[in-house]
């Protein structure tokens, strides 16, 4: 309930005489109005989860931070969102939102089975890696926006390293499934630098910069300028982070190391922060530089005021995406079920529909209604009460003797 709150100015108070010197005019009494700060001290913070896979060609979040508006627009309705670097990064672009965790897809993935949990931080120390591969010049403007990072923004970028070895970095759309994939030829190289980093430099966050080929295919490149098609970088970025996640259970995120394209008076804005700059580095080293730590899931690390999967009130994804590990392992969860709500307008490349996989999920158009159902959802408000005539009559269980001597129950619609 909202108050109402009358103020105006004191009178001045007398003067050594006793009497009171002349005031200023009357001054016109203030009308505030302002909600009453209510604490939440006997309900818990609800969290949600946002998942736009990568490489798949999304409708929203398959380009350069084109979900990050959903994101921000997220989590002003939440306590907490956790969410990955997909939806995040924007290459030179970034949005700093303190209710919002940046978690690698594979440590999302182990945290929906609820094998990990994350502990969020004040600060983490992030190292970075350059690929070997990455020439002198390109190489040069990466370290520079790590030390633009650290003077202008004060993130901790402590040290960098160079490879042994150059990555070789190779990229496909793959023709099954139509997702953009790849692979490193030297994995081992990138594991010893990170290796390197960890224990030099006591880095707990790791940026990795791989160099990339020119793209053969041109015409899938002009399709992603122009706001269509795969982001054909994606998929082996996430099999890069991926890697290093798995091995050293630290945040990592990955900026592909490209030349500059020409000018183009047709690129979509959904495509343009990848070309504003020299670097997709700059939302990499701000993400990581308060990312939360990954802890294996046991009664040491639940003490240390963690977020595990049961945490999780509800989880928003496109329509057609709802195959992955993490994904499915929310769906299946048997304590503390979340909310999975799945969004047509967010079309991808795949078919992994709530109905292919027997998935009990709230369907709505877009991205709107989401939000909508996730206010009323923490409001305590059935969704569907919200909408003309979705609230049918309560259903009746009725118990019946079973063969063996056990009950049974049905459920049967009150007439």
């Given at each position: 309930m909202a108050a109402l709150h009358l103020s105006r100015s004191?009178?001045?108070?007398?003067?050594?005489?006793?009497?009171?010197?002349?005031?200023?005019?009357?001054?016109?009494?203030?009308?505030?109005?302002?909600?009453?700060?209510?604490?939440?001290?006997?309900?818990?913070?609800?969290?949600?989860?946002?998942?736009?896979?990568?490489?798949?060609g999304a409708a929203i979040g398959g380009f350069a931070g084109d979900a990050l508006p959903v994101a921000r627009a997220l989590s002003s309705v939440v306590d907490c969102l956790i969410t990955h670097p997909n939806v995040l990064n924007a290459a030179m672009l970034y949005w700093p939102m303190l209710n919002v965790l940046y978690v690698e897809g594979h440590a999302l993935d182990r945290f929906a089975e609820g094998l990990w949990v994350?502990?969020?931080?004040?600060?983490?120390?992030?190292g970075l890696v350059l690929d070997a591969g990455i020439e002198e010049d390109l190489r040069i403007r990466h370290l520079q926006v790590a030390d633009a990072t650290r003077a202008s923004l004060g993130l901790?970028?402590?040290?960098?390293?160079?490879?042994?070895?150059?990555?070789?970095?190779?990229?496909?759309?793959?023709?099954?499934?139509?997702?953009?994939?790849?692979?490193?030829?030297?994995?081992?190289?990138?594991?010893?630098?990170?290796?390197?980093?960890?224990?030099?430099?006591?880095?707990?966050?790791?940026?990795?910069?791989?160099?990339?080929p020119e793209d053969d295919d041109r015409d899938d490149l002009d399709d992603y300028r122009q706001g269509k098609g795969i982001d054909v970088l994606a998929g082996v970025e996430a099999i890069i982070s991926h890697l290093v996640v798995k091995e050293f259970q630290i945040p990592c995120a990955h900026a592909p190391a490209v030349s500059a394209l020409p000018l183009s008076q047709c690129l979509s804005p959904k495509s343009a922060a990848e070309e504003i700059g020299y670097t997709f580095l700059p939302c990499v080293l701000a993400g990581l530089s308060k990312a939360p730590q990954y802890l294996i899931k046991s009664p040491e690390s639940l003490e240390k005021r963690s977020i595990c999967a049961s945490d999780v009130d509800s989880v928003i994804l496109p329509?057609?995406?709802?195959?992955?590990?993490?994904?499915?392992?929310?769906?299946?969860?048997?304590?503390?079920?979340?909310?999975?709500?799945?969004?047509?307008?967010?079309?991808?490349?795949?078919?992994?529909?709530?109905?292919?996989?027997?998935?009990?999920?709230?369907?709505?158009?877009?991205?709107?209604?989401?939000?909508g159902v996730i206010a009323a959802h923490k409001a305590g408000i059935d969704p569907y009460s919200l909408r003309r005539d979705h609230i049918g009559k309560i259903r009746r269980t009725s118990i019946m003797p079973a063969k063996n001597g056990c009950a049974a129950s049905r459920a049967i619609p009150i007439n």
């Open positions: 004191l009178l001045s108070p007398p003067a050594g005489n006793g009497f009171f010197k002349k005031s200023r005019p009357p001054v016109a009494p203030k009308l505030v109005c302002c909600a009453p700060q209510h604490t939440n001290k006997w309900k818990r913070n609800y969290t949600s989860v946002m998942i736009v896979p990568t490489g798949v994350l502990q969020p931080v004040h600060q983490n120390k992030v901790p970028v402590v040290e960098y390293t160079v490879t042994d070895t150059p990555l070789e970095v190779e990229k496909w759309i793959d023709c099954k499934t139509g997702q953009s994939t790849g692979r490193i030829k030297h994995p081992d190289s990138l594991l010893r630098a990170v290796q390197t980093l960890v224990n030099r430099a006591q880095v707990n966050a790791i940026a990795v910069v791989g160099r990339f329509m057609d995406a709802c195959g992955g590990d993490g994904a499915l392992a929310f769906a299946r969860s048997k304590r503390n079920k979340p909310l999975i709500i799945c969004v047509e307008e967010n079309e991808t490349v795949l078919n992994d529909t709530p109905d292919e996989l027997g998935i009990n999920a709230m369907k709505v158009s877009n991205y709107w209604e989401a939000l």
